[in-house]
Each structure stands twice: as structure tokens, then as C-alpha cells.
């Protein structure tokens, strides 16, 4: 009886989506067919074309796919727990995004949500693309980022996505209506782009949204230097989940039943509670603790652990198709130790390359080349691939290609492999991370090499990085009181600060941000400064932008404060008055920390300028290195380094 219903109240809600696309497009693609005036046909096709791309886009964003259960689909309503993004320093600024939210979407802007891998973007795209068209705000278009090939447009994607070629229509007709506005592209992933593809679609992308400026765009995305070509997008960061949240979304994966009660009792009455706050402010990470918690019911608190133990369970999990007790066949024959191995070198390669996801024979050859690098191992790479995907489901099947079930697992693999099963290799691949510059692309990968192998990241990352800070802080003299001194060294060891003032007097009176990002940018380039990570106003009014460009060191220090090592203090800056704006009045670029001593109005303000700085820092929460903290954590490994000789590991 139960399935009747079930069934009646899905074919109603289907035939209520059904209509309100009808309606949808009868609002905003009927009013830009009037150039087919005389051509009814036409008018049928692009409507009919419209129509059916919705319908099918709607029903497949309804599903997804989560490790918890493995390959059966879950609906958004089953599964969703609303977020709520942060605008950029406007804490103020925040937004719950849920069946109740405001039109964010309004013709035409531009957001950028970008977080930390777990934090459920591209599920969140999915709810707001389907609620664009329950509320009927918009046209919404999804497209994953990862998929545009090297040599494909924008546009390319977009008629291959709608199924043009079974349509007698002209492809400049299609992009005739979508230029006319009233569409949101939602632009997924921008961090799993190929990185030797990632400034020829970056361009590709920058070019769409000119070309269709009167629609709105949402670009997600990890951290990423080449965000720094989207300074014109008003950025949010996606906020943890609340702990009332974390358990709500537990129990809706056993629809409020006894697992998920016995796992929230646990949380509640375990000593160790304050070590599982970062579990449960990330839906993947909170998916994973009810699935650990399933197969063995007891709490980890440690990363990599949490992980190993996610990997145990899928490999040892039962097949329910067979009754209780049959635990999946594994084609490959591989056991559990030798089936994770591949894996290391599976998530080693992926990491390296970038690359997430692959089509069948590009898998295949990623599954041979891993396991070559074990000698010992034989396994045919076709019944390997099956094992993937069905019996310990580590990847996911998405039309013709294959992907990892989520970035952070060939991230965990890939530690792995670096700290374990290529120990040899460590120093060097670390040393390579910390002379990269591209240090974000390698971050998550760290976090699982400091719980795997904390010692080597102690002497091979941390030990050099604050004996350089070290060195920084000694060498600079300066007489300004102590705490703004210490304030001005670390921001100057991690950051490179640019006030932009720019000229927009020859613009027009409407201008908006983007004329002036665009402008600040222009003058950037033309001084060979790139990749800047955050742009924002300081004075509109005086046109001018100020400009933050990350070192590399600074991923490595937000590790050293996000894994709690000691050797942070709090400090508090006053507000200052922000009246010094009016007083820079010639249009360039001004390096604050490089012209300090050489520019009046830089030297005359700087205390101010410092605490704008700091005020306008997040990632930091208030603190900075202490130097006497770092001092003594580097006197600690060196003596470590020292404690054991190498005549202690003689055996002869």
C-alpha cells in the first residue's frame, strides 16, 4: 500500500515539475522568439529543445550518489542539509540556502562559493539549479568544468549538453536567446580542471561571460590561483555545519533510526568530543563517521585513521543482494592490503596530474600503470575497474567516464603512497610541495601526511619554513611598538598587499565593481602582477581596490594553525580611521610593504594600513606566529633530530 502512494505522489510531482517548466519557458524563452516571427517552426523547436533539456536535467539533479550507499541514489530531499555561505569579509553577510531563500540570482551577477573538499558544492549546485526552476526564477545550466575539453568553447559544451544535433535549428539562434539573459550558469569545479588546460578554459570562460553578460554565473571551486581571473565575482565561503545540523543529517541517513541514535548518544557522552568538531562541521566528513560507525560502532578521531578505517568498511561490506553474511566477491582477487596499495599509486598519479576523472581506457591505463609499480602484484585491470565500482565502490560511474566517489579519497591514497609505501621518496616529494607554487593544489594532501607521518612533516616542512620565518623576523629592525612590529612581519612572510587606485573618470557614471576589478587588474598585468587571491573595496568613492597576493608559505602556516600546533597568540588591533583614503590621489599601484619606508603617504599611515590588513584576515582568526613559540618548537626538533645516533640502528 505503502509503494502505491509512493508511487501516486511521484507521478504527481512529476507531472508539477512538467508544468512548471512549461511555464518557465513561456516566461523567458517565449519573449525572445519574436525574430521568428515568421518562422512558427522554429519557434516550436526552440521551445520544444528548452522544454525537454530542463525536464531531464531536473530529474537527474534530483539523485546523488553518496559512499553511505554505495550505488543506490538518494533524492536532494532525502539527503540535504541547508548551507549557509559567508560573503568575504562581511561576516554579517550570510545566507542559508534552503527552500526559503530570497532570489540571490537576480539579472545579472556573479558569485563565487568556494570552501575545503567535503563541504558538498557540488551537491548544493544541484539543489539550487532544481529550486531555480521550482520558484521559476531563472533558466538554470550545469556545467562541470571538468568535462570542457581542451579543444572545446563554452559554447560547444553547452549545444552538446541541450542535444542540439537532434534538432533542425541553427546553433547563433540558440545563443541569440540565452545572450538575451534570464539564464544562471552554474560553473562546478573549477579546481578539478587539468592544470595544463586551466588557463586556456579559464580564457574560455571569461570570454562566455562577456559574450552572455546579461545572465547570472556561480562559479565553485577549492582554493585555487586562478581564481584570481574572477576578482569581479563576490566570493562566499560555505559555514560549517552547526552541530544540531551535523546530527540531523546523520539520522537522515537511517531515517531517524537506531544507528544513528547509538552514534549521536556516543558524540554526545565521548571525552574526546572537542576532537570530532572538525568531522562534523563537513557533511562528507559527517557521512563517513556514520558510515565507520556502522561497520565497527566505535568513534576516530584521527584523519587518516578515519579514512583507513572508510576503506575497511567498503572493502569488508556486506552484499545485501545475497543475504546476510556474503561479503562482496572481489573480481581482482586482490586482498585488502594489496587492493589498497593500487590504490596508493592510483591516488598518487591522479593528485600529480590532476586529474579525477577518466574514460574507460584512460582508467584501465591508470589501473595498469599502478600496478606495475608493485612487482609483487598480479591483477587483471578489467576486474580491478569492476571492483572500483561495484564491490569496494571507491569510484563512480557517470556516462561514458569513471571518477573517484570524491576528491578527498585520491587525495588520501596519494598520502599514503608518499608516507608509506614510497617512504623513500617523502623528503623529496614534500620538498617539491614546499617549493611548488601551487601549494593549494597539494593542501589536503598534507593534512594526511601530517596525521600519517607527523615527524617527516615536522622536519621537512614546518622545521624549515619557521626557521625561515625565524631568520625574517631577526633581520628586520623596526621602531614601531612590538605588537604592530610582529603584526607587519608576519603579514609581510605571507602575504603581498597592493592598494589599486584606479581611473574612472572617462567611465561612465553607472560603472559598477566589475569596471573597477577589471581596471585594477589591467594595471596589475601590466606590472607583471599575477595571480592575486582577493580583491576588495576600500573606498568606492575614491576608487580604490585592495589587492591580496598569497606566498606560498601561507598554505603551509594555515596548516600549521588549522592542526592546532602551538606556536600561535592572539593579538588585538584597534580600528583606525579610514579617512587616510582621500589622501592617495594619483592612479597606480602601491606595494604596501615593499614602498613603506619610500612613500610618505604609506610611512605617515601605517599603523592604520596594518590594521585594515589584519582586520580583513580570516583565515587566522585573530592570531599570528610567535616567535618565541617558534623559537622553541624548532630548539625541540632539533634536539629530536639529535636524540637517537645512527650507531643506535646498528646491528653488526
Given amino acids: 500500500m505503502n509503494k502505491l502512494i509512493d508511487g501516486m505522489t511521484e507521478t ?32 516550436f523547436i526552440l521551445k520544444d529543445l528548452f522544454n525537454e533539456y530542463l525536464k531531464e536535467k531536473y530529474d537527474k539533479d534530483q539523485y546523488i550518489n553518496t559512499i553511505v550507499f554505495q ?7 532525502e539527503l540535504y542539509i541547508p548551507l549557509t555561505i559567508i560573503q568575504n569579509g562581511k561576516r554579517n553577510k550570510s545566507m542559508i540556502l534552503d527552500e526559503n531563500m530570497k532570489n540571490i540570482f537576480e539579472m545579472p551577477n556573479k558569485l563565487l562559493i568556494i570552501d575545503t573538499a567535503g563541504t558538498g558544492k557540488s551537491t548544493l549546485v544541484k539543489f539550487l539549479s532544481n529550486f531555480c526552476v521550482e520558484k521559476k526564477w531563472c533558466i538554470p545550466f550545469v556545467i562541470e568544468l571538468r568535462r570542457i575539453e581542451s579543444n572545446q568553447s563554452m559554447e560547444d559544451y553547452i549545444i552538446n549538453d541541450i542535444k542540439i544535433s537532434t534538432k533542425k535549428i541553427k546553433e547563433v539562434d540558440i545563443f541569440d536567446v540565452i545572450r538575451r539573459g534570464d539564464f544562471i550558469f552554474f560553473l562546478d569545479g573549477y579546481d578539478e580542471i587539468l592544470e595544463e588546460n586551466k588557463k586556456d578554459i579559464t580564457k574560455k570562460i ?6 552572455a553578460n546579461q545572465n547570472s554565473f556561480v562559479l565553485t571551486s577549492r582554493e585555487d590561483d586562478g581564481l584570481s581571473e ?25 531515517n531517524y533510526g537506531i544507528t544513528s541514535e547509538n552514534l549521536i548518544n556516543e558524540i554526545e557522552k565521548d571525552e574526546n568530543y572537542e576532537a570530532l568538531k572538525e568531522f562534523l562541521g563537513n557533511p562528507l566528513m559527517v557521512s ?9 560502532g566505535v568513534l576516530q578521531y584521527k584523519k587518516s585513521i578515519f579514512y583507513r578505517q572508510v576503506y575497511d568498511a567498503l572493502y569488508d561490506r556486506h552484499d545485501n543482494t545475497k543475504g546476510i553474511g556474503c561479503i562482496h566477491e572481489k573480481k581482482s582477487k586482490l586482498d585488502i592490503e594489496d587492493f589498497r596499495k593500487v590504490l596508493c599509486a592510483m591516488g598518487f598519479i591522479s593528485i600529480k596530474y590532476g586529474k579525477i576523472e577518466f574514460d574507460k581506457d584512460e582508467l584501465i591505463r591508470l589501473i595498469n600503470d599502478s600496478i606495475k609499480i608493485f612487482p609483487e602484484i598480479k591483477a587483471n585491470a578489467h576486474n580491478y575497474r569492476d571492483d572500483l565500482l ?104 605571507i602575504n603581498k598587499i597592493y592598494f589599486i587606485k584606479v581611473d574612472l573618470k572617462s567611465r561612465p557614471k553607472d560603472r559598477n565593481i566589475i569596471n573597477d576589478y577589471i581596471e585594477a587588474m589591467k594595471f596589475l598585468s601590466e606590472n607583471d602582477i599575477y595571480s592575486l587571491s582577493y ?20 598554505e603551509f602556516i594555515k596548516l600549521m594553525y588549522q592542526k592546532n600546533i602551538d606556536i600561535f597568540k592572539d593579538v588585538s588591533v584597534r580600528n583606525y580611521s579610514v ?74
Fill in 535 to 554: 580583491f576588495c573595496y576600500l573606498s568606492k568613492s575614491e576608487n580604490l581596490i585592495m589587492g591580496v597576493q598569497k606566498t606560498p608559505t601561507y
Fill in 390 to 493: 561495484h564491490a569496494v565502490p571507491l569510484f563512480k560511474e557517470e556516462g561514458v567516464n569513471y571518477k573517484w566517489a570524491h576528491k578527498s579519497f585520491a587525495e588520501y591514497f596519494a598520502a599514503i603512497f608518499i608516507c608509506q609505501e614510497r617512504k623513500e621518496y617523502e623528503a623529496k616529494v614534500l620538498n617539491d610541495i614546499l617549493k611548488s607554487d601551487n601549494s593549494q593544489k597539494y593542501y589536503n594532501v598534507l593534512d594526511f601526511c601530517y596525521d600519517i607521518d607527523y615527524k617527516s612533516v615536522l622536519n621537512e616542512l614546518i622545521y624549515p619554513i619557521l626557521s625561515e620565518y625565524v631568520s625574517y623576523f631577526d633581520a628586520i629592525k623596526n621602531n614601531q611598538k612590538i605588537d604592530l612590529w610582529e603584526i607587519d612581519n608576519f603579514y609581510r612572510f
Fill in 206 to 211: 571569461r570570454d562566455f561571460i562577456t559574450s
Fill in 12 to 43: 504527481a510531482g512529476k507531472k508539477g515539475i512538467e508544468k512548471t517548466i512549461d511555464l518557465l519557458v513561456e516566461r523567458f524563452i517565449n519573449p525572445k522568439l519574436d525574430k521568428f516571427i515568421n518562422a512558427p517552426q522554429d519557434i
Fill in 230 to 254: 574572477f576578482s569581479d565575482f563576490i566570493k562566499y565561503h560555505i559555514q560549517e555545519l552547526s552541530k544540531e545540523e551535523a546530527y540531523e543529517l546523520i539520522k537522515k541517513y537511517d
Fill in 288 to 296: 563517513l563517521l556514520y558510515l565507520t560507525y556502522q561497520y565497527k
Fill in 71 to 77: 550505488n543506490e541514489s538518494k533524492t536532494i530531499d
Fill in 579 to 652: 579617512k587616510f583614503y582621500k589622501e592617495i590621489d594619483t592612479v597606480g599601484i602601491y606595494d604596501i610593504f615593499q614602498n613603506k619606508d619610500g612613500n610618505s603617504f604609506i610611512f605617515k599611515n601605517y599603523d592604520a594600513i596594518l590594521s585594515l590588513i589584519f582586520h580583513h584576515n580570516f583565515d587566522f582568526n585573530g592570531k599570528i606566529l610567535d616567535i618565541d613559540k617558534c623559537k622553541k618548537l624548532i630548539s625541540e626538533i632539533e634536539i629530536a633530530q639529535k636524540t637517537i645516533s645512527d650507531d643506535f640502528f646498528s646491528l653488526s
